[in-house]
């Protein structure tokens, strides 16, 4: 991913499609994953879902507030209402889940008690 597709920000996550730029807080990002699409990534918020070009490995690197949660999903959890350990997912404040790894999980509680 290159730095055009993604600029930094403290609270601001600035991507960048092939139709348009968008600009998204933080506080609203519920997590990235991979897409079916080679080299594609899917940001979901609490409204909208967005593909663009990247790696989770180079975002995970810019923004601490997100963690990896599974080799394919990096999760904002300050948007999560629930973890649950039995089938390794992760609910958001809009219903949508999404996957944790087993050997994530204890991280992810530990980062969840901290909150």
Same mark, same amino acid.
């Given at each position: ?41 899917? #940001? ?21 507030? #997100?963690? =990896? ?13 629930? #973890? ?17 790894? =087993? =050997? ?9 008690? =901290?909150?």
């Amino acid at each position: 991913m290159s730095n055009q597709n993604i600029k930094d920000s403290s609270d601001m996550i600035f991507i960048s499609t092939k139709f348009k730029d968008i600009c998204v807080p933080l506080d609203e990002i519920l997590y990235f994953e991979t897409s079916p699409q080679p080299h594609r990534l899917i #940001l979901t918020t609490s409204t909208n879902k967005f593909e663009f070009y990247g790696r989770l490995s180079e975002i995970e690197e810019k923004y601490d507030q #997100l963690i =990896r949660s599974h080799k394919s999903f990096l999760v904002n959890l300050s948007n999560a209402i629930e #973890l649950n350990k039995s089938n390794l997912s992760i609910k958001f404040i809009n219903g949508c889940e999404c996957y944790v790894s =087993r =050997r994530k999980i204890k991280k992810i509680q530990s980062v969840i008690s =901290r909150n």
